[in-house]
């Protein structure tokens, strides 16, 4: 089976009727966007790291992985479902 290049998974949602908004952040920081790309990837360190976060792992694959978190808004007191797919081109 062939790997869905970025452009591929869009198109095959637009088709879906998906719609898209994207945008763009720039961060100053002494990290590289590797680094980013590690912590997203890095699913055992929420729980230690992110206090406000709890989740389960959905799915650990060579290439895919997902998870469903719970953000707590500590000021609304209110939990925000965050669905989150990692796919490794």
Known sequence: MS???FEDLINSLKKENYNFNFSYAETIGNHLPEDSD???KDVPHTKFVHSDLSGIQTCTL?????SINLQKLPFFRLSIPL???IYEQ
């Not at 060579?62 to 997902?66: G, V």
Request: proline residues 0%.
């Open 62 to 66: 060579d290439d895919i992985s997902s």
């Open 3 to 5: 790997k869905k290049s």
């Open 38 to 40: 590690w912590n997203y």
């Open 83 to 85: 669905v989150t797919i």
